[in-house]
């Protein structure tokens, strides 16, 4: 069963930072591109951050760049997001999400609230 578990959000201030962490199991991590999403209530989805398998050649959203950055590390089958200068506009619910060939998996997410 594959499973991949989102932690690290919270409550930060304007300028504050944040370490998100997704944890995979059930799959070959390093076979997947991990990617970050961002969602808010009534908005679609959006893509903020993407990593290849291998790791290499990263693609962030216009809105987080210079500000974000997506790493990972296969021997530990985790992708991180370190977030910093956050402002109030990246509150969100952030999920990983595992692709490989055909096949996707979602984490459940985790909340990130920027706010004074």
């Known amino acids: 069963q594959v499973q991949l578990v989102e932690s690290g959000g919270g409550l930060v201030q304007p300028g504050g930072s944040l370490r998100l962490s997704c944890v995979a199991s059930?799959?070959?991590?390093?076979?997947?591109?991990m990617s970050w999403y961002r969602q808010t209530p009534g908005e679609t989805r959006e893509l903020v951050a993407v990593?290849?398998?291998?790791?290499?050649?990263?693609n962030y959203a216009d809105s987080v760049k210079g500000r974000f950055t997506i790493s990972r590390d296969n021997a530990k089958n985790t992708v991180y997001l370190q977030m910093n200068s956050l402002k109030p506009e990246d509150t969100a619910v952030y999920s990983c999400?595992?692709?490989?060939?055909?096949?996707?998996?979602w984490g459940q997410g985790t909340q990130v609230t920027v706010s004074s």
């Open positions: 999400k595992a692709t490989y060939s055909l096949l996707t998996y």
């Open positions: 990593i290849p398998s291998a790791g290499g050649s990263t």
């Open positions: 059930g799959l070959t991590f390093s076979r997947y591109t």
